[in-house]
């Protein structure tokens, strides 16, 4: 489904709230680094049930304060809808109109939910609650959230985040191009039709890689599984060909017609740099 000539592609990377003096002062300059690649916006995570709330909000207003648009994530299991009201407030009141609306998971040891089950219903409540001033992105999963029964009923959760008032999504990490394709067909058929941009994981280290990707329901293909353990602790050859593969990942998803990119960057410039050069953007 070939993107329309005069469409502006989305470039954004994500980061995390550091929680150290240091780490903040090495993602400012993370920031501005990237930031010399004209992305569209940095994204900022929230931890379980609202953990980092406040370091998310400090983070979003550096990257505000250096004149960059920033979009705190905000997840809504375990939260209240006061809790919720609140934290967007204060985002509304600092002059953020960008957020990432996301269920999220559930704090180790809490056993209910809370007043939000569904990233749907947290859409639904900033839609009610704020009309149109926030811009919400929404997550989707082109091989299916790993708590979905089956991928029908994933299809249409994600359908519900639409037609509740998401704006655009951004997708689950993935390695294989033809599953995020496929996943855009079967929206399309659907009737959803709002931009969804791939999520992109730069490779670095495998064991990491490995970790994040059991936990979230991500495939590492067979071939590329078996290519990193094969390097053991050669850091240098796992970067070199995780370089290879996911450039080569980004080039195919933006010939396909991809909407732009959305780098899960770790806090890490390097990599989604280098990446970025090879493309030619």
């Not at 250096?66 to 407030?89: K, M, N, W, Y």
């Not at 039709?193 to 280290?205: E, S, T």
Request: charged content about 20%.
């Amino acid at each position: 489904m070939p993107m329309p000539a005069t469409a502006e592609r989305i470039f954004s990377f994500e980061f995390f709230p550091p929680n150290t003096p240091e780490g903040r002062e090495k993602l400012r300059a993370t920031t501005l680094q990237l930031a010399q690649l004209g992305p569209k916006f940095f994204s900022v995570t929230y931890g379980a049930g609202g953990s980092t709330r406040d370091r998310t909000l400090e983070t979003v207003l550096d990257i505000q304060g250096s004149g960059f648009e920033a979009a705190p994530h905000v997840s809504c299991i375990a939260s209240t809808l006061a809790g919720i009201r609140d934290t967007l407030q204060r985002y509304r009141d600092h002059g953020i109109r960008h957020l990432v609306a996301l269920r999220g998971d559930l704090p180790s040891g809490l056993a209910t939910a809370g007043e939000f089950r569904y990233a749907y219903e947290l859409v639904d409540f900033v839609r009610r609650e704020f009309g149109a001033h926030f811009f919400i992105e929404v997550a989707a999963y082109p091989e299916y959230h790993p708590q979905a029964r089956n991928a029908l009923e994933d299809l249409r959760n994600f359908k519900r985040k639409v037609e509740a008032g998401a704006d655009s999504a951004i997708t689950q990490y993935f390695y294989n191009a033809d599953c995020y394709f496929h996943f855009v067909d079967e929206c399309a058929a659907m009737g959803i039709d709002v931009p969804i941009v791939p999520g992109i994981m730069p490779i670095n280290r495998f064991s990491q890689l490995a970790r994040f990707s059991d936990t979230c329901g991500a495939e590492i293909p067979r071939w590329i599984r078996n290519k990193l353990e094969a390097y053991g602790d050669d850091v240098d050859s796992v970067r070199a060909f995780g370089l290879d593969v996911v450039t080569d990942l980004c080039d195919r998803l933006l010939q396909g017609g991809a909407p732009g990119l959305h780098f899960y960057t770790l806090n890490q410039a390097g990599a989604a740099s280098t990446i970025w050069q090879r493309l030619g953007l």
